[in-house]
């Protein structure tokens, strides 16, 4: 891609590759690397311009739908996100892990032409933002639907409830010693480097694909002795292979590392939790479309992730994804465990 260095350049120049494309599409997704270097900007001074630690907006603190406490960096990423997607005609509505509900973008309130925008937003605006007040890496996860209902009408949970395979496009931005933008369109993995005394993401890691070794495994082992059956065997024969253990608290900062070692994340469901920790639509669906796009697979246990239709908002999933010889070998010790329990 001769000259397309700077992430606005390359989507418009890929967006060649695509008939019919309007410009639509390449829109949002510039929209979005603004919408990060507006968060990047106070994540990186998270410590000087007071914007650490939990959000109190009445002298308490505050949760999130999903129950857990917010910090000051979540509400705005989540607001950052909200406003900038807001101002884009392509977006008909946002699913986002801060807000309870839809929040539709009607465009005609605003005199911006009729109705709603052709796509929809599913985002985690900022993922493993309890490393925020220990200066570890946190990111933010979207993925890109095209609506399946009438752009007259407001966006509705059919136009978000899909399986991944269907998405457009998705990504994410990992806010880490650099900060780097990682998307797919369904032609390949591309990463963009953020260079902060420009103000843009340059094109550093074309054509992202996982190595075919795999040299890391990433889980919360704490969790090790109540994992679904088969996950502490598959687990103890990493060890045996030589496979090191990193996990840093934030999915986008593993997923990230094991894209480009090599390595498997797992986050499995547990006797008490058998649906895991994490979120289908913001976390889970996006990074399965990229692994695969990156010659890796993902699974919710047994079941390939791409091809899981969500069936709520905030639905939670096991997940494993990275590379596709350490997805396969999970299963075999699942599939085995699961064997030898009736037998
Ligand atoms: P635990 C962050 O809250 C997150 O959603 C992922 O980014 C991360 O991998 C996981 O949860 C950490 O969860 O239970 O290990 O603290």
Same mark, same amino acid.
């Given at each position: 891609?001769?000259?397309?260095?700077? =992430?606005?350049? $390359?989507?418009?120049?890929?967006?060649?590759?695509?008939?019919?494309?309007?410009?639509?599409?390449?829109?949002?997704?510039?929209?979005?690397?603004?919408?990060?270097?507006?968060?990047?900007?106070?994540?990186?001074?998270?410590?000087?311009?007071?914007?650490?630690?939990?959000?109190? /907006?009445?002298?308490?603190?505050?949760?999130?739908?999903?129950?857990?406490?917010?910090?000051? =960096?979540?509400?705005?990423?989540?607001?950052? $996100?909200?406003?900038?997607?807001?101002?884009?005609?392509?977006?008909?509505?946002?699913?986002?892990? #801060?807000?309870?509900?839809?929040?539709? +973008?009607?465009?005609?309130?605003?005199?911006?032409?009729?109705?709603?925008?052709?796509? +929809?937003?599913?985002?985690?605006?900022?993922?493993?933002?309890?490393?925020?007040?220990?200066?570890?890496?946190?990111?933010?996860?979207?993925?890109?639907?095209?609506?399946?209902?009438?752009?007259?009408? /407001?966006?509705?949970?059919?136009? $978000?409830?899909?399986?991944?395979?269907?998405?457009?496009?998705?990504?994410?931005?990992?806010?880490?010693?650099?900060?780097?933008?990682?998307?797919?369109?369904?032609?390949?993995?591309?990463?963009?480097?953020?260079?902060?005394?420009?103000?843009? &993401? $340059?094109?550093?890691?074309?054509?992202?694909?996982?190595?075919?070794? @795999?040299?890391?495994?990433?889980?919360?082992?704490?969790?090790?002795?109540?994992? +679904?059956?088969?996950?502490? /065997? &598959?687990?103890?024969?990493?060890?045996?292979?030589?496979?090191?253990?990193?996990?840093?608290?934030?999915?986008?900062?593993? &997923?990230?590392?094991?894209?480009?070692?090599?390595?498997?994340?797992?986050?499995?469901?547990?006797?008490?939790?058998?649906?895991?920790?994490?979120?289908?639509?913001?976390?889970?669906? /996006?990074?399965?479309?990229? @692994?695969?796009?990156?010659?890796?697979?993902?699974?919710?246990?047994?079941?390939?992730?791409?091809?899981?239709?969500?069936?709520?908002?905030? #639905?939670?999933?096991?997940?494993?994804?990275?590379?596709?010889?350490?997805?396969?070998?999970?299963?075999?010790?699942?599939?085995?465990?699961?064997?030898?329990?009736?037998?």
């Amino acid at each position: 891609m001769i000259g397309a260095n700077t =992430l606005q350049e $390359f989507v418009v120049a890929r967006q060649a590759e695509f008939a019919g494309a309007t410009g639509d599409l390449s829109r949002l997704l510039t929209d979005i690397g603004t919408a990060a270097k507006m968060v990047n900007r106070h994540v990186n001074r998270a410590g000087l311009s007071g914007i650490l630690g939990a959000h109190t /907006p009445d002298g308490n603190g505050s949760t999130n739908v999903q129950g857990e406490a917010q910090q000051k =960096l979540d509400v705005y990423a989540d607001d950052t $996100f909200h406003r900038v997607l807001q101002s884009c005609l392509k977006v008909g509505g946002i699913v986002s892990e #801060e807000q309870p509900g839809i929040m539709h +973008v009607d465009h005609s309130e605003r005199g911006q032409g009729k109705g709603y925008g052709k796509y +929809v937003v599913c985002i985690d605006p900022l993922d493993g933002s309890s490393n925020i007040d220990v200066n570890i890496s946190v990111g933010t996860i979207f993925g890109i639907h095209r609506r399946r209902t009438p752009l007259t009408e /407001p966006t509705s949970m059919e136009d $978000f409830l899909q399986p991944a395979k269907d998405l457009v496009a998705a990504g994410y931005v990992l806010y880490g010693s650099s900060t780097m933008l990682v998307y797919s369109t369904g032609c390949g993995v591309h990463g963009f480097t953020y260079d902060p005394s420009i103000g843009e &993401f $340059f094109l550093s890691h074309p054509d992202m694909k996982f190595p075919k070794q @795999a040299k890391v495994y990433s889980m919360n082992e704490s969790y090790l002795d109540e994992a +679904v059956a088969g996950v502490k /065997p &598959f687990i103890k024969e990493c060890r045996k292979r030589g496979l090191t253990a990193r996990y840093t608290g934030a999915l986008v900062a593993d &997923f990230h590392r094991n894209l480009i070692n090599g390595g498997i994340y797992l986050y499995p469901g547990t006797d008490e939790k058998p649906g895991g920790k994490l979120r289908m639509l913001y976390e889970a669906q /996006p990074l399965a479309f990229l @692994a695969h796009q990156a010659g890796g697979s993902t699974r919710c246990h047994l079941h390939d992730l791409l091809y899981r239709t969500p069936t709520s908002l905030h #639905e939670r999933t096991p997940l494993f994804t990275g590379n596709t010889s350490e997805i396969n070998r999970l299963v075999h010790s699942m599939e085995t465990a699961v064997e030898n329990i009736t037998s």
